[in-house]
């Protein structure tokens, strides 16, 4: 008698296994690659390896793991945008996907609070507040920006964990006091206080972008007045701050001015801002931004006593005569690339113009004393071997005479 197990049927040996999905491999090498890219780029890619028919499924069995998973907080943040980006054009609340994202941003909401209550900062602050933003229908405003600008960007406080609520968690969890004669302080979120995040937060999306692209005058109101909370804990880095300057030089001098004086307030080492400013391009944003902040009259923290200064003194002495320096430099390696014939363009012969038409502002307005040979001797070098430009020649004869 042959017993149940003999009649279980296996397949034979030699039978191949069903080939694995090509489109679901794509989006697992897209995933590894696509932390630098915007993340609007990174949705175009996935819409593109992955049929249509096949996209809900694939974001179910590949991307949705991910966001579960104690990933890299960029990974989480590119598939948070993903799921939500498949389905953008409708409002967020038919998104199949929204019970997810918003199970994770209370889930990691509440993570990040406790860890701040030990004192510390939890690695996915910043994924909470991108699920803030995408759960609140604000989603598109993160598509310009790459996962790993997100992940490192730090938030102000107003916008740390803590602060961030969702009408729907908020109600959830004054339905779970059950009725309790206590009051939940996160749950009890003012419109006032949700107006001023949802400012702070618009204004910190227009800060990123400032990077890459001009910001429009309506833009740049709504920036402007949240900058002193958005350089209390500095939202983007030194590195950013060349591209800024030449997309912005509007907001350059508020932003400097800012971030100086957060130094000052919190005793940090205003250094590598400092730096930056010391290897700007001879070009007319950053002549622009330079003149104003060597008139500056706000107090800020003197990097070589400890004391207090001005911004427009702490500029002179530790940047100016670096910057002219490096700009005489600049100009001296275009000139050499226009005689190769490496460049066609006029970028030599305007920045010598601009230079000297800057130089020649400092002395107007005694910044600089142009009988001083320690500030003024490689100027007078500089405009003689160029004075076959107007601009050069009249900085030369002031600089000889003294005289305007």
Known sequence: ??????????????????????????????????YSLPCST?????????????????ALDVL????????????RILVSYILYSLYAPHPIAINPFQSALLATFVKEREAAIRVAVDGGVSENEQLVWVLWKILRGDGSDIGPFSPSTLARSPLPPKLRAANLTLEDEAERTRSDLNGATGTDAEAQVTPEQDEERQRLSDAMTLLLAARDRVLTLSEQRILLPALPQLTSRPVIT??????????NPSIAHPLFAALLSSCAASNRDPTLYLEVLRYLPPILPSFDIMGRLLRDPTTVLDIATGGKTTIADLVRTEVLGWFLHECINWLDRAEEDE??????????????????????????????????????????????????????????????????
């Open 1 to 34: 008698m042959q017993t149940a197990t003999s009649t279980i049927y296996a397949p034979p040996l030699g039978m191949k296994q069903a080939p694995p999905d090509p489109a679901r491999a794509s989006v697992g090498h897209l995933l590894s690659k696509a």
């Open 42 to 58: 990174a949705t175009q890619g996935f819409t593109q390896l992955v049929p249509p028919m096949k996209r809900f499924q694939v």
């Open 64 to 75: 949705l793991p991910l966001l579960y998973a104690p990933a890299e907080p960029a990974q």
């Open 238 to 247: 030194p590195m950013d701050l060349p591209s800024l300057i030449s997309y």
């Open 339 to 404: 005689r190769a014939g490496e460049v066609s363009d006029d970028r030599f012969a305007k920045g010598v113009q601009n230079l000297c038409r800057f130089f020649t502002s400092l002395i107007k307005f005694s910044i600089i004393d142009p009988a001083s040979d320690a500030d003024s001797a490689e100027m007078a070098h500089f405009t003689l071997r160029n004075a076959r430009f107007e601009e050069a020649q009249l900085l030369y004869r002031i600089l000889v005479t003294g005289q305007f």
